[in-house]
């Protein structure tokens, strides 16, 4: 796909007609949102080819308040539960997707298509709440987080020579005796991440990160 891509923006011309169905579908959805979008706004401003472009990403509507980009849809008949699509193109964009109404029509089983529609109704619930939860889970870190706590370790040369072969154990019980900061900044940072808008090399990269934090608590 990126390559056919590639090749259209190399050698598409003014005078080209252009036409590229579902850009950026084989990746994230924030990654694919933002090639898609990209790709739009490269072909109207180096390019100026006629274009059609097919995408399920509704963020991308709002390129009509741009100059050259016109938004069109598939007329839709809702009745109750029940939609016909009516294979009419209309000026304007849809307002929601029917990626379950197509799954009812092709024959997956009722009991997929059920549990699809609580998936997307929780999912949707979700990004809705999701500015508040964050908020409230921060407020739940700060208050939880234990108070900082200080000390002072003996100089080495305060010890006597008799002692001098304990330093080492002393020094373990001493961070033994510390509060985990490591674990406590780990924690905050796991509560904090949000994973639905992570694309997974983020995700792996978060994880690797933490997994060194780990590491340097062990060698203390």
Do not use: W
Not at 9 to 30: H, M, N, Q
């Amino acid at each position: 796909e990126m390559n056919e891509v590639a090749h259209i923006l190399k050698y598409a011309t003014k005078d080209s007609l252009v036409i590229l169905d579902e850009i950026g579908r084989g990746t994230s959805t924030y990654d694919g949102m933002s090639i898609a979008r990209a790709v739009i706004e490269h072909i109207r401003d180096n390019i100026g080819a006629k274009t059609l472009f097919a995408t399920h990403y509704h963020e991308l509507t709002d390129l009509e308040d741009t100059q050259h980009v016109k938004n069109y849809c598939i007329a839709v008949k809702e009745k109750g539960t029940d939609v016909t699509f009516l294979r009419r193109i209309i000026p304007g964009s849809a307002d929601k997707s029917y990626g379950i109404h197509v799954a009812k029509l092709a024959g997956l089983p009722q009991n997929v298509v059920e549990r699809a529609e609580h998936i997307l109704a929780d999912l949707e619930h979700h990004a809705a709440d999701n500015t508040s939860v964050k908020s409230d889970e921060k407020n739940t870190i700060e208050k939880s987080a234990p108070e900082k706590v200080e000390y002072t370790a003996p100089e080495y040369n305060e010890i006597e020579a008799t002692d001098k072969p304990k330093i080492n154990k002393l020094k373990f019980l001493q961070v033994a005796e510390m509060p985990t900061l490591f674990g406590v900044s780990i924690s905050v940072q796991l509560k904090e991440l949000d994973l639905m808008s992570m694309t997974p090399l983020d995700a792996m990269n978060k994880l690797y990160e933490l997994q060194q934090q780990a590491k340097q608590e062990d060698n203390l």
